[in-house]
């Protein structure tokens, strides 16, 4: 059965990562890098969904994410610029929370990553208004056909053939982009027989500036 070393690692995030890594390499769970997002409103009213985590930075403390800025999510995250985070590897039988502040990434890095995107996903940042209502799913598709038709694409629709030409200067919509975790809480739990799980949280107060992770253990 898998334990927690003695005495506990000192930076949970770097167990955090080589988790997720193995998870890519297993390639047993279609998305290793899915996480449930939980965010607050402003009234206090929480949500969760999950995203994709697209990178653990080991050393600054940071889980970077990306969506919709005017989405449930990112209006939340703009009214209570705090969220949780769990990753559940259930081949592993091994699962990450992480707690935080939240702060948007610059212009820069968001640019940078949406280009790295397909350019049918990069459409579809521009014709989704996320988290509003839709008519149609008839209207969806009509709105990124107005989106291929905008930035000169041929398109016919999901599943149709490749365009002659793909525009890889499709910019990035203004209302789109990314969030760092700034993560200041970490919890590692590990599947042990009969329930007898292992289990441990780590904090600090100054997550990102090189303060040291106080640990602890805890009943399963």
């Known amino acids: 059965m898998e334990t927690l070393t003695d005495p506990l690692p000192e930076n949970p995030l770097k ?22 997002l939980a965010t ?47 990753f559940h590897w259930d081949h592993q039988h091994r699962q990450v929370r992480a707690e935080g502040r939240v702060e948007p990434l610059s212009d820069r890095e968001n640019d940078l990553y949406f280009r790295s995107r ?11 208004r996320q988290s509003e209502p839709l008519g149609s799913r008839a209207a969806l598709i009509a709105a990124v056909a107005a989106a291929a038709l905008r930035f000169r694409i041929v398109y016919d629709g999901p599943g149709g053939a490749e365009p002659a030409r793909i525009a890889a200067e499709v910019p990035r919509p203004p209302h ?22 292992d289990r441990a949280r780590w904090t600090h107060s100054g997550a990102g500036d090189g303060a040291a992770w106080t640990a602890q253990r805890l009943q399963p």
């Open 15 to 36: 167990v955090a990562a080589g988790w997720l890594s193995q998870a890519q390499r297993d390639a047993l769970q279609p998305n290793p890098h899915a996480m449930v």
């Open 40 to 86: 607050v409103d402003a009234r206090g009213r929480p949500s969760a969904r999950v995203v994709l985590c697209k990178e653990i930075d080991t050393e600054t403390g940071l889980i970077h994410f990306y969506t919709n800025y005017l989405s449930r999510k990112g209006r939340e995250l703009h009214a209570n610029p705090r969220a949780a985070v769990v």
């Open 118 to 128: 397909p350019w049918q996903s990069r459409l579809g940042a521009w014709a989704s």
């Open 176 to 197: 789109w982009g990314g969030y760092r975790l700034v993560v200041d809480a970490v919890e590692l739990w590990v599947e042990g027989d009969f329930r007898i799980h």
